[in-house]
């Protein structure tokens, strides 16, 4: 039984790089779904449809535990699938989002006022926005929407990326911290911290790991249930020149593979 990863393209192989390295032990699958890719402009019903037959087919791989690395996956999708589908169709699998762990990392240290930088899914949801309100209901919070950036990752075109960084740097000058609200953003933290030298950039790369081990270590059930054979398999929808580039500069001794059946 496998720990999997979801996004919607390649950015969660940042978080599963972090996995790895904090947790090797485990069995690893990854599944991108880079065929719908951006999710980040479709519609709600179309993000909700695509991640529930990413679910199933990550179940269908025996996944006991799955992180939806996918920002605007969670926003959308995360309180569906744990309330309605998984007590119907797999109720011995747990499913988890990053928002609530990111958000508690970025409203630590008396924060004033937090920045959000996403997908215009993500911002147009206001889920960090709630999440951020639960922990402190005086939080300044400012949100943006960078849908160029997720195109230039995933097309490895970071002097474009770098460039729509910098765009987007002045309105978070004056923030305490910054969420990066994509899996695809830790590809570019260092932009944003040398744009923003004062302000806190809060990576998910840097936090999901150890948020990671304590739900296992307070979850003995699913802990023991994992197997143990240090196996790690990446697999997409659609493999494309580009995609397979982004896979090989993070995970140059695994390759990527197109899912079978998809």
Do not use: W
């Not at 039984?1 to 393209?9: A, R, T």
């Not at 943006?144 to 002045?170: G, H, K, S, W, Y």
Request: with cysteine; glycine share 6%.
């Amino acid at each position: 039984m496998k720990i999997g990863v979801f996004d919607s393209g390649l950015g969660g192989l940042v978080i599963t790089r972090a996995f790895i390295r904090a947790l090797p032990e485990y069995d690893y699958l990854y599944f991108g779904d880079s065929r719908h890719l951006p999710y980040g402009e479709k519609t709600s019903g179309r993000i909700l449809s695509y991640t529930l037959s990413a679910m199933r087919y990550m179940i269908s791989r025996d996944c006991r535990l799955i992180i939806i690395a996918c920002n605007t996956a969670t926003s959308i999708a995360l309180r569906y699938i744990q309330q309605r589908f998984l007590p119907c169709e797999a109720p011995g699998v747990k499913v988890l989002g990053v928002v609530i762990p990111t958000a508690e990392v970025a409203a630590a240290d008396n924060a004033e006022k937090v920045g959000v930088v996403a997908t215009t899914a993500t911002v147009r949801s206001h889920i960090y926005r709630a999440e951020l309100c639960k922990l402190n209901p005086r939080l300044g919070i400012t949100e943006l929407a960078a849908p160029a950036l997720v195109p230039a990752i995933e097309n490895n075109d970071f002097v474009r990326a770098e460039e729509e960084v910098r765009r987007l740097a002045p309105s978070f000058a004056g923030c305490d911290s910054l969420i990066l609200g994509c899996t695809h953003y830790p590809l570019v933290k260092d932009f944003f911290r040398a744009a923003l030298p004062s302000v806190k950039v809060v990576s998910q790369d840097e936090l999901m790991a150890e948020k990671l081990a304590d739900y296992l270590h307070r979850h003995g059930e699913i802990e023991t249930a994992l197997t143990r054979g240090g196996s790690r398999r990446f697999e997409v929808s659609s493999l494309n020149r580009r995609a397979a580039e982004v896979a090989a500069r993070l995970f140059p001794e695994i390759p990527i593979q197109k899912a079978a059946g998809l």
